[in-house]
């Protein structure tokens, strides 16, 4: 469980190399991922700070991120995405139990992390497009939390990301209807294949509910996707290869049949 010690800073790149490798490797855009700046705080909270004053502490999280970007813009990436499960994991009232153990308030922990992104998004290049990713956890086909969007839907929208991959795979996720607090012009990417499990979702049952997500966001502002990586740790989930290429593979025909 991360805690912070001292005060921020950005001191040498992190991860830029790996993302100047993977870039060397292919012609397509590379895209790389990181952790948002919630992952800071989340886990551990306020008692997992160091700092007295958590706005100083917060001003700081923006700036590394802000050097941070800019250094992966350096290298040429044109594609980052924010790895979040804080917005996820605060729609669950275990989560919130534990944060206010933790010295916080949950109700007002999803703004504050919306405006520390937006901050940390001010100086981004035009040319960056930056994705957020939020799941209730993914190790082994396990998860942490559960509960529908709605009490961060509205915080979330206003992060400032380019696009939304949210988990959608389960009754865990609640419905569509927080999408409606989605700003125009957003992207939201529905995760509406599961990576946990091996049943193959039938190309129906996605065109369902790909349509009933059109009720709030434009269709063509909507993507599919899995719900989550096929393996966030070594261990991987319980699919095989082939379980999960067959996965992928639907998702490309599904979308080419909604959207071409």
């Given at each position: 469980m991360p805690i912070v010690t001292g005060k921020l800073r950005y001191t040498k790149p992190i991860m830029v190399d790996d993302f100047a490798f993977l870039?060397?490797?292919?012609?397509?855009?590379?895209?790389?991922?990181?952790?948002?700046?919630?992952?800071l705080h989340l886990r551990a909270g306020r008692v997992g700070i160091a700092y007295e004053s958590m706005d100083e502490f917060w001003k700081d999280a923006a700036?590394?991120?802000?050097?941070?970007?800019?250094?992966?813009?350096?290298?040429?990436?044109?594609?980052?995405?924010?790895?979040?499960?804080?917005?996820?994991?605060?729609?669950?009232p275990k989560i919130r139990e534990n944060s206010v153990?933790?010295?916080?308030?949950?109700?007002?922990?999803?703004?504050?992390y919306a405006q520390t992104i937006r901050e940390s998004l001010k100086n981004k290049p035009k040319d960056m497009t930056i994705a957020m990713h939020t799941c209730r956890g993914n190790f082994k086909s396990a998860w942490v939390a559960e509960g529908g969007y709605e009490p961060v839907a509205e915080a979330m929208f206003s992060s400032g990301v380019d696009a939304y991959f949210m988990e959608f795979?389960?009754?865990?996720?609640?419905?569509f209807a927080p999408?409606?607090?989605?700003?125009?012009?957003?992207?939201?990417?529905?995760?509406?294949v599961t990576s946990k499990t091996p049943q193959l979702e039938s190309k129906d049952e996605l065109k369902r509910k790909i349509a009933e997500a059109a009720r709030y966001?434009?269709?063509?502002?909507?993507?599919?996707?899995?719900?989550?990586?096929?393996?966030?740790?070594?261990?991987?989930?319980?699919?095989?290869?082939?379980?999960?290429?067959?996965?992928?593979?639907?998702?490309?025909e599904t979308a080419k049949e909604v959207w071409q």
């Open positions: 870039k060397s490797n292919t012609k397509k855009t590379a895209k790389y991922t990181i952790p948002s700046p919630s992952m700036q590394v991120y802000r050097d941070a970007i800019a250094a992966f813009a350096r290298a040429g990436c044109t594609y980052l995405q924010l790895d979040d499960v804080a917005f996820s994991y605060l729609c669950d153990k933790n010295g916080d308030d949950p109700d007002k922990l999803p703004e504050r795979d389960s009754e865990r996720a609640g419905g999408l409606r607090f989605v700003q125009k012009g957003k992207k939201v990417v529905l995760g509406l966001v434009p269709l063509e502002d909507l993507c599919l996707s899995p719900q989550c990586g096929f393996s966030s740790t070594h261990h991987g989930n319980q699919l095989t290869h082939d379980e999960q290429w067959r996965k992928l593979e639907r998702v490309v």
